[in-house]
């Protein structure tokens, strides 16, 4: 059963910082390209960051960019998200999401952490 399990989410003052991680089961971590996305009260879910399966390779929104590192380790089946200089702006439930192609696509989801950045 494939599970992904987002943790580290909570309330942080502007200007602080928070990682989140997100532990894989079910699938084979390392084969899988893994992002986080965001989605804020109101408004469509948002990529935020990718990673290739190798971790060779990663991409940001541009309103993150330099603010946050998207991680992964495939020996612990973890990628990681951290953020610092939060703003209030990136308040939003955060979601690990994996995507592979294995003779067809493949994507899983987390449930969700709650970021909340007060100013």
């Known amino acids: 059963q494939v599970q992904l399990v987002e943790s580290g989410g909570g309330l942080v003052q502007s200007g602080g910082s928070l990682r989140l991680s997100c532990v894989a089961s079910?699938?084979?971590?390392?084969?899988?390209?893994m992002s986080w996305y965001r989605q804020a009260p109101g408004k469509e879910r948002e990529l935020v960051a990718t990673?290739?399966?190798?971790?060779?390779?990663?991409n940001y929104a541009d309103s993150v960019k330099g603010r946050f590192t998207i991680s992964r380790d495939n020996a612990k089946s973890t990628v990681y998200l951290q953020m610092i200089s939060l703003k209030p702006e990136d308040t939003a439930v955060y979601y690990c999401?994996?995507?592979?192609?294995?003779?067809?696509?493949?994507?899983?989801w987390g449930q969700g952490t709650q970021v909340t950045v007060s100013s």
């Open positions: 999401n994996a995507k592979g192609f294995i003779v067809v696509w493949y994507e899983y």
């Open positions: 990673i290739t399966g190798t971790g060779t390779m990663t």
């Open positions: 079910g699938f084979t971590f390392s084969t899988y390209a």
